[in-house]
């Protein structure tokens, strides 16, 4: 590995970078949208005996939750048979703002990614590949360690330092009972499958490198007008 690092260039990893955030952002619209997750988790959590609600109504007022996430959904939060507060609402209003900006960056750097391919693909420039593999997994390789150590401190650090200015997420089960149906275990999954999401796509880059690698015989970085 050492001796592929040298031969990349920095560019490389600029471009890197740009796939890194189309990974993520892919991977968090994907398991925003993965409701299956959740209605296995209904079972797996025990959500129906600890919130005390019956399958279909949790499932009914979650989906209206993930519907009112999408970026293109118009009118408030209204939850079909639970109350919520003033705070709580905002809460799912930053939430869906920010889910609302990985939709803009997927977006943005999808359109980049593909400009990038068709013009390392003229260039007959592969390179990027293997360097694009390595930078998508430097995010989720060093977030997983902390969120199985200790997933408790991780959520609570991830909500006060990254995104929320507030105290809004602290939800009083009394006043916005949507938390019971909410457990933090659910998020752990969710976390867990973005960067199985991210992963798989720096693996799938790092099989396209090797295996452009083995076809053409190239034992260094420029052989036959081509760049690896």
């Given at each position: 590995?050492?001796?592929?690092?040298?031969?990349?260039?920095?560019?490389?990893?600029?471009?890197?970078?740009?796939?890194?955030?189309?990974?993520?952002?892919?991977?968090?619209?994907?398991t925003i949208n993965l409701r299956p997750l959740y209605y296995l988790d209904i079972k797996a959590l025990h959500i129906e005996e600890s919130s005390g609600y019956p399958k279909?109504?949790?499932i009914d007022n979650y989906n209206a939750l993930i519907d009112y996430s999408f970026p293109f959904f118009r009118g408030g939060l209204t939850f079909p048979t639970l109350p919520s507060s003033e705070s709580g609402l905002q809460h799912f209003k930053e939430v869906k703002d920010i889910f609302s900006f990985f939709y803009?960056?997927?977006?943005l750097t999808l359109v980049l990614g593909i400009a990038i391919i068709w013009y390392k693909h003229r260039k007959k420039d592969y390179s990027y590949l293997l360097a694009s593999s390595i930078t998508a997994a430097v995010l989720p390789l060093s977030v997983l360690l902390p969120l199985t150590v200790d997933f408790d401190t991780s959520f609570v650090i991830f909500h006060k330092l990254l995104f929320f200015n507030n105290n809004d997420w602290l939800f009083n089960p009394v006043t916005d009972p949507v938390i019971n149906i909410l457990p933090e275990t659910y998020f752990l999954h969710c976390a867990l499958a973005i960067i199985?999401?991210?992963i798989l796509g720096s693996i799938i880059f790092?099989?396209?490198?090797?295996?452009?690698?083995k076809k053409f015989h190239i034992k260094y970085r420029k052989s036959?007008?081509?760049k690896i």
């Amino acid at each position: 590995m050492g001796y592929f690092m040298k031969r990349l260039k920095l560019t490389d990893f600029f471009i890197g970078i740009v796939f890194a955030l189309l990974f993520l952002s892919l991977a968090v619209i994907i398991t925003i949208n993965l409701r299956p997750l959740y209605y296995l988790d209904i079972k797996a959590l025990h959500i129906e005996e600890s919130s005390g609600y019956p399958k279909q109504e949790i499932i009914d007022n979650y989906n209206a939750l993930i519907d009112y996430s999408f970026p293109f959904f118009r009118g408030g939060l209204t939850f079909p048979t639970l109350p919520s507060s003033e705070s709580g609402l905002q809460h799912f209003k930053e939430v869906k703002d920010i889910f609302s900006f990985f939709y803009i960056l997927g977006a943005l750097t999808l359109v980049l990614g593909i400009a990038i391919i068709w013009y390392k693909h003229r260039k007959k420039d592969y390179s990027y590949l293997l360097a694009s593999s390595i930078t998508a997994a430097v995010l989720p390789l060093s977030v997983l360690l902390p969120l199985t150590v200790d997933f408790d401190t991780s959520f609570v650090i991830f909500h006060k330092l990254l995104f929320f200015n507030n105290n809004d997420w602290l939800f009083n089960p009394v006043t916005d009972p949507v938390i019971n149906i909410l457990p933090e275990t659910y998020f752990l999954h969710c976390a867990l499958a973005i960067i199985l999401f991210i992963i798989l796509g720096s693996i799938i880059f790092a099989i396209q490198y090797f295996r452009i690698k083995k076809k053409f015989h190239i034992k260094y970085r420029k052989s036959s007008n081509l760049k690896i």
